[in-house]
């Protein structure tokens, strides 16, 4: 992270669940928490160095949609080829 000027802000109400990832964070990097807090506020701002890499589906959660054409097309997945289980 680049350091440009020193602009101070306060946070107030953060949430206890933020509070807690962020210094899990800082101590499993062995950083400040600061610095942490500082590398979040980039990334949501969309200001950060590197791309934000999701290691899971939770980008994804919740947004299935109805298809019934996909569904029509995984039938054929679901039948069970009795010469192979001979």
Do not use: C
Request: charged share 35%; net charge negative.
């Amino acid at each position: 992270m680049k350091k440009r000027h020193k602009i101070q802000y306060t946070i107030r109400d953060v949430p206890p669940e933020v509070d807690r990832r962020l210094r899990a964070q800082a101590v499993r990097e062995g950083r400040s928490l600061n610095y942490v807090a500082v590398e979040a506020l980039s990334a949501s701002a969309g200001v950060g160095e590197e791309p934000i890499e999701h290691h899971d589906l939770d980008a994804v959660s919740g947004s299935w949609v109805e298809d019934p054409a996909f569904d029509e097309a995984l039938k054929a997945f679901e039948q069970i080829d009795e010469d192979l289980w001979r």
